[in-house]
């Protein structure tokens, strides 16, 4: 099956820049969304089809997808963002179409 | 508003079963497909199957193909999991996910399932 896979860890400073990489296959071909999961708490879309947002999420929250690396950017961060983050696809090819990667925590310094 | 509330976790013995239910409100549910999702403590997300608005449509993953049962109640808004043959890997949080096209918008809050003797 289609395999997923992501740092373990991001850390960043507030009010700079944070990117967390999705890797696999030709993943430039799948469209890839993101979602944010804070301890004890249900996890959150934050950006869909690749570079859509749901209302209400900050447009600091950016994705991009090429090649075989899909990036979520988390633009200015702050302390709340300190939190899992998760890519996920849709692969249309398969018996197991929902995917997810391995998850990256985000500790802001 | 969109609410998803799972129910019927707990603690069970390895073997045994379980069945969890999904209760939706806020939207007309008939008209979504949805997904169950898992957590282990500790680990990441774990997709667990899939169906259809319809029911026509349903996909399980390796790990519990065989061992679980997904079903709908569209006149009852419900969504439900059976679990059969449970394991201690099995133990986690389990939550309901509408399904809006490739990615899950909404998600409940969890029912945590914990397989111990």
């Known amino acids: 099956s289609y395999v997923l896979t992501q740092p373990p860890s991001v850390s960043v400073a507030p009010g700079q820049t944070a990117r967390i990489t999705c890797g696999g296959n030709?993943?430039?071909?799948?469209?890839v969304h993101w979602y944010q999961q804070k301890p004890g708490q249900a996890p959150v879309l934050v950006v869909y089809?690749?570079?859509d947002r749901p209302s209400g999420i900050p447009e600091r929250f950016s994705g991009s997808n090429s090649g075989n690396t899909a990036t979520l950017t988390i633009s200015r961060v702050e302390a709340g963002d300190e939190a899992d983050y998760y890519c996920q696809v849709w692969d249309s090819s398969s018996d197991h179409p929902r995917v997810f990667g391995t998850g990256t925590k985000v500790t802001v310094l | 508003e969109v609410q998803l509330v799972e129910s019927g976790g707990g603690l069970v013995q390895p073997g045994g079963s379980l069945r969890l239910s999904c209760a939706a409100s806020g939207f007309t549910f008939s008209s979504y497909s949805m997904n169950w999702v898992r957590q282990a403590p500790g680990k990441g997300l774990e997709w667990v199957s899939y169906?259809?608005?319809?029911?026509?449509?349903?996909y399980y993953a390796d790990s519990v193909k065989g061992r679980f049962t997904i079903s709908r109640d569209n006149a009852k808004n419900s969504l439900y999991l059976q679990m059969n043959s449970l394991r201690a890997e099995d133990t986690a949080v389990y939550y309901c996910a509408r399904e809006e096209g490739g990615y899950a918008g909404y998600w409940g809050q969890g029912t945590l399932v914990t397989v111990s003797s």
């Open positions: 089809d690749d570079s």
């Open positions: 169906i259809s608005s319809s029911s026509s449509t349903i």
């Open positions: 030709n993943i430039g071909s799948k469209s």
